[in-house]
């Protein structure tokens, strides 16, 4: 449900934080087997690159342009394969998805500890990591006064609902 699910992500900068979210982004996952370790997934999830939006419209066209590369890379894919307990039954379980994460046309596997609740039909799934954007081929934004730190916490709040 992209209309209650949200993509958001901190830069830590010199002057001060650069904040950004999004909630153009659409999916699906499905379960391929159960097992002892976890449950195996299948799916995707797609993230318009070019909805970020910082409250700047010049840091905005420079993220595009430069940082995403959206023309080249209009989509960041996150593509799951497994998702196993890191703790012990609760009403909220601890859990932690594994899987390929594309951005600019760079994939890493990433492991992304997460809490997972029921409501009703609905499975919310909340989770944060912490990505070193250079590993995605992300050019360094920073500039003779302006630092920024080498990884953005990245956090993610998806509302997945049954297919009919």
């Known amino acids: 449900d992209a209309a209650k699910s949200e993509i958001s992500w901190v830069l830590d900068a ?4 650069v904040r950004s979210q999004t909630r153009e982004l659409s999916g699906t996952a499905r ?3 159960a097992g002892e370790d976890g449950l195996r997934l299948e799916g995707q999830l797609e993230i318009d690159a070019g909805s ?5 419209s010049r840091r905005d066209r420079t993220l595009r342009e430069q940082s995403l ?6 989509r960041i894919v996150f593509a799951p394969r497994r998702i196993f307990r890191t703790s012990g039954w609760s009403e909220d379980e601890a859990l932690a998805i594994e899987g390929d994460l594309s951005i600019r046309g ?3 596997p990433v492991l992304i500890p997460v809490i997972l609740t029921r409501r009703g039909e ?3 799934v909340d989770g944060t990591t912490r990505l070193q954007w250079a590993d995605y081929g992300v050019p360094d934004p920073s500039s003779f006064l302006y630092r920024v730190r080498p990884e953005v916490q990245v956090t993610a709040h998806l509302e997945l609902v049954p297919r009919p």
């Not at 970020?52 to 700047?56: H, K, L, M, P, Q």
Request: no cysteine; charged share 20%.
């Open 106 to 108: 760079v994939t890493q």
């Open 14 to 17: 010199s002057l001060r934080a």
């Open 69 to 74: 590369a959206t023309g080249e890379h209009p």
């Open 31 to 33: 379960v391929l087997e």
């Open 122 to 124: 609905r499975l919310v």
């Open 52 to 56: 970020f939006e910082t409250g700047s």
